[in-house]
């Protein structure tokens, strides 16, 4: 089973759903890995000691412009569909735009010429941590500089499959990232707080994953900050709160210290042992 731990916005608590869920399934015996796919900006592993197994790059194809054989007919420009190719025949200009790239190969089969090759560079790496003997975390960590988390992510995804279950700690937002993270998802776990901005984005969210028609429900973190607007939305689209964390200053505080909440209080754990009831007999 693979659970997407997801928001439409950065900062609502997905990563403390995410690592706290994943280490209390681990507990419990169960064979669980945890993907962290905010390939940008990684950090659920500062909250397990663990050792790294192995590592891979992930690399992808770039084309490698041949002045020499160009005759700057621009079909290649034509056959970009990310408008990566800046082509001013006249002046015998081209420029390859490297961060919007996505590698796709169409500009390579478009010319007749010769006059475009194929390279690679690298765009991140996935991680293989072991948590303990049934459990590991892969970490995908996009290279600085690089623009393109996707084929990070899906390499991560892939290298997380091997297990019962899979928590994924989808990239915020609602672009591509996003949409691909949780189109791999059985279930998502959409993370939510009661404000007009989490609100707006938990919105943008539901819409994609009704698109999608992945089974859903909602975690509000949080509580008792803002209006009471986020539960009238959800209950007149009769959408599913599937646990409500409190706003809590000592939370925030274990998380912050790198710490996994449902270590050190009682009454958290036994929520996160109903919400992983709740998704494994959904
Ligand atoms: S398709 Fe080939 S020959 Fe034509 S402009 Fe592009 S690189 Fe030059
Ligand atoms: S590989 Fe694809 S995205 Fe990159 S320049 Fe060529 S056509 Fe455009």
Redesign the pocket.
């Given at each position: 089973m693979i659970v997407a731990v997801a928001s439409g916005k950065g900062g609502t608590g997905k990563t403390l759903i995410a690592t706290n869920l994943f280490a209390l399934l681990s507990k419990a015996s169960y064979n669980v890995n945890l993907a962290d796919c905010d390939a940008e900006e990684p950090n659920s592993l500062i909250f397990f000691k663990s050792t790294k197994e192995s590592a891979s790059e992930v690399r992808q194809m770039l084309p490698l412009?041949e002045p020499e054989a160009?005759?700057?007919?621009?079909?290649?420009?034509e056959y970009c569909n990310y408008n990566a190719i800046f082509?001013l025949p006249e002046k015998r200009i081209?420029r390859l735009i490297e961060d919007l790239c996505h590698g796709c190969g169409a500009?390579t089969y478009?010319?007749k010429?010769d006059?475009?090759k194929e390279t690679e560079i690298s765009l991140g790496e996935v991680g293989m941590y072991r948590v303990n003997s049934k459990s590991k975390l892969v970490e995908g960590r996009l290279r600085v500089g690089a623009l393109t988390p996707v084929p990070v992510i899906k390499e991560t995804i892939k290298a997380s499959l091997d297990s019962e279950i899979v928590i994924l700690d989808a990239p915020p937002g609602t672009s591509c990232p996003f949409i691909h993270t949780i189109s791999k998802a059985d279930y998502v776990l959409l993370v939510t707080e009661p404000t007009p901005f989490g609100l707006n984005d938990l919105k943008l969210s539901i819409q994609i994953v009704r698109q999608m028609e992945k089974p859903f429900s909602v975690i509000i973190n949080r509580a008792g900050l803002g209006s009471d607007d986020v539960y009238k939305y959800l209950k007149k689209e009769k959408i599913k709160i599937s646990m409500e964390l409190q706003f809590d200053k000592e939370i925030a505080m274990i998380y912050s210290s790198g710490k996994l909440v449902i270590e050190s209080r009682a009454d958290i754990y036994q929520k996160f042992v109903k919400l992983s009831e709740s998704i494994i007999h959904n």
């Open positions: 412009f160009c005759t700057y007919c621009g079909k290649c420009e082509l081209f500009c478009a010319c010429f006059a475009l």
